[in-house]
């Protein structure tokens, strides 16, 4: 994504040898600007990285305040006998995918109905958008007051046209799936920027592909979704590397349950940490965790260059 | 930034033209409704069941079949959820958290924006993409450094680990005021510059009235992530007397699992701010998405 777009001021051209007094003043009134960043950097970032990186090599439980050095025994431990690790790579790596497939698939179709001039557009915005404003708790807590196997709303619903309801969040089967229809009605932040990726594109391209005698399944093929690649990469990205880490809701709703089928990987990292304080172990599986939305997200990335249309 | 007012030219182009085409037209539209009506509905059932369940009285809660608007409508689980959650306690917490890393974002970020923005210092498009690049870092990699960190210099069962590095900007924020701030012509600090103004007085006389869009935008977002943070407050905050409403409503859900009256009645409570603030501020909301979205 061009982060530079939109750059008014000239490029300096001196090299750091031969600075002028003038771009030297410069440098010093920059920096002294952007030193919180840098350390905020230092202290909450880079430090907490190198950090993390040792302590993924050590035997470290923090009642007993010295890490003990263990070698790779965290990762290889984890590689080959950890099975709750594997399960929860397992349910994690099913989750980010139903919810990232679905949730683009609907937010898209959300932002193109929305884009049809319909009116009380700024109505149907808020619906969509509104969830987004409620707590986590909050949210959570409704949806398992909603999806309660016999009280709830959603099997009282289906209750009334005669139809026997899943057991949602209770049963292993219908669990997983569960949470990834509470991230759904939460991902209205996505319809927003489809619906603003959508205005951008110029009309003029329809009505020459009007003239041209193209139909609308065409015109969505050919202009719409091509030029809406930046927005979904976007919302792609971003959505795969938050719902990999995961935490409050499957902490919230069920515990990681039934039978560990929500088990997802972040909530399982957070119990090693902080309930069970193995903070050695804990760091290997966080490292672990990084690399792996590293190599997606440049995977995602690249692999995309191909399809991805930024001029329009 | 981007307007959304769905004043520009629409896809599906209105032609005057046969009965046919406009028919087609029509059509399209009630298709649209309908899908937009029915999807809308779902999407505002859990307000309502939230609301209906808070209203309810004890005795209806667990009814069968399930009703969604309430038989007897009664206001009782509001000050018995007031009561026993310790809502005004945990909502005094909350509101504390949330102010105090707004006014921190507000501050650090527009200060860092501006050094990114307005100043043109070798290797500042690098020390930029870093920026940039910290928004890939999972949290955990983070958490577990710091959290030993805090625990040995006593931070622990205080807010400072959740405010102080408020003051150190955001890469998100930081990216959003840099944005907004190089849309400003840039004779306008030159001329101040040969008055000679230094920077700091630029910065505060003339960028920062000029950026009260990016920082309304920030101080709105980092309220709303005050209000809603969990884990932050569940992992560093031990002492019930300074839990925020999101850990202490969990913790009363673990206690008092089925009393759903009182949890929807302190859900509700909890929401309402949240939502009087996105219908004062809708076009901030909207703008500020749209905006990272379309310029990202």
């Known amino acids: ?312 | 930034m981007t307007a959304t007012t769905g004043d520009l030219p629409q896809p599906t182009t209105i032609r005057s033209g046969s009965i046919k085409a406009r028919t087609e037209l029509l059509l399209q539209q009630l298709g649209a409704h309908a899908t937009l009506i029915f999807f809308g509905i779902i999407f505002m059932l859990p307000f309502l069941w939230m609301v209906s369940s808070s209203l309810k009285p004890t005795a209806d809660i667990f009814q069968i079949p399930v009703r969604l608007i309430p038989e007897t409508v009664t206001l009782e689980n509001y000050p018995e959820a007031i009561r026993a959650i310790h809502f005004l306690r945990y909502l005094g917490n909350t509101f504390y958290y949330a102010a105090f890393i707004m006014v921190a974002a507000v501050v650090s970020n527009v200060f860092i924006g501006y050094g990114f923005a307005r100043i043109d210092w070798p290797g500042r498009d690098i020390v930029f993409i870093l920026v940039i690049s910290t928004m890939m870092l999972p949290h955990q990699v983070r958490f577990i450094p710091l959290f030993i960190t805090y625990s040995r210099i006593g931070w622990l069962d205080s807010f400072n680990p959740l405010i102080i590095p408020a003051f150190f900007g955001n890469a998100f924020f930081v990216f959003l005021v840099r944005q907004f701030m190089l849309t400003f012509p840039k004779d306008l600090d030159d001329a101040a510059r040969v008055d000679g103004a230094n920077e700091l007085m630029i910065f505060w006389r003339i960028v920062t009235p000029l950026s009260k869009p990016a920082i309304i935008t920030i101080a709105i977002f980092e309220f709303m992530h005050g209000w809603h943070d969990f884990i932050g407050p569940l992992v560093y905050l031990r002492n019930p007397d300074l839990y925020t409403l999101s850990v202490g409503l969990r913790l009363y859900f673990t206690q008092h699992g089925a009393e759903w009256g009182l949890l929807m009645a302190a859900s509700t409570l909890f929401t309402l701010p949240m939502i009087v603030v996105f219908f004062f501020a809708q076009r901030t909301f909207i703008e500020g998405i749209s905006f990272t979205g379309v310029k990202g």
């Not at chain 1, 007051?145 to 619903?157: A, E, F, T």
């Not at chain 1, 804990?282 to 990335?301: D, E, G, K, Q």
């Open chain 1, 1 to 312: 994504m061009s982060v530079f777009a939109g750059t008014r001021i000239e490029r300096s051209r001196t090299s750091l040898s031969d600075m002028s007094p003038m771009v030297r003043r410069r440098l010093v009134w920059g920096l002294f600007f952007i030193s919180p960043w840098v350390l905020g950097f230092l202290a909450f970032t880079l430090y907490p990285i190198a950090a993390s990186f040792y302590y993924g090599f050590t035997n470290y439980n923090i009642l007993n305040f010295t890490p003990r050095w263990v070698g790779t025994e965290n990762y290889a431990d984890l590689f080959t006998s950890d099975n709750v690790f594997w399960g929860s790579l397992r349910v994690t790596i099913q989750y980010v995918a139903m919810l990232v497939g679905l949730a683009t698939v609907f937010d898209i179709c959300i932002a193109l109905l929305l884009n049809m001039n319909v009116r009380g557009l700024s109505l149907y915005r808020t619906v969509f958008y509104l969830p987004v404003m409620v707590p986590v708790v909050a949210a959570t807590l409704t949806w398992v007051w909603i999806l309660n196997p016999r009280h709830g709303l959603v099997n009282g619903l289906l209750d009334r046209i005669g139809v026997d309801g899943p057991l949602w969040l209770a049963s292993p089967r219908t669990a997983l799936f569960s949470l990834v229809l509470v991230a759904v009605w939460g991902s209205g932040r996505a319809v927003l920027i489809y619906l603003a990726g959508l205005k951008e594109i110029p009309s003029h391209l329809y009505e020459a592909a009007e003239i041209d005698g193209a139909n609308p399944f065409r015109k969505m093929w050919h202009i719409t979704l091509p030029l809406l690649t930046p927005q979904i990469l976007f919302n792609v990205i971003t959505m795969t590397i938050f719902s990999f880490q995961s935490i409050a809701a499957p902490l919230i709703m069920t515990g990681g349950g039934p039978n560990k089928a929500t088990l997802l990987y972040g909530l399982q990292l957070y119990r090693l940490a902080f309930e069970r304080l193995r903070m050695g172990y804990a760091s290997a599986m966080a490292w672990i965790l990084f690399l792996l939305i590293l190599a997606l997200t440049i995977t995602m990335f690249y692999g995309s260059r191909r399809f991805i249309h930024y001029d329009r």
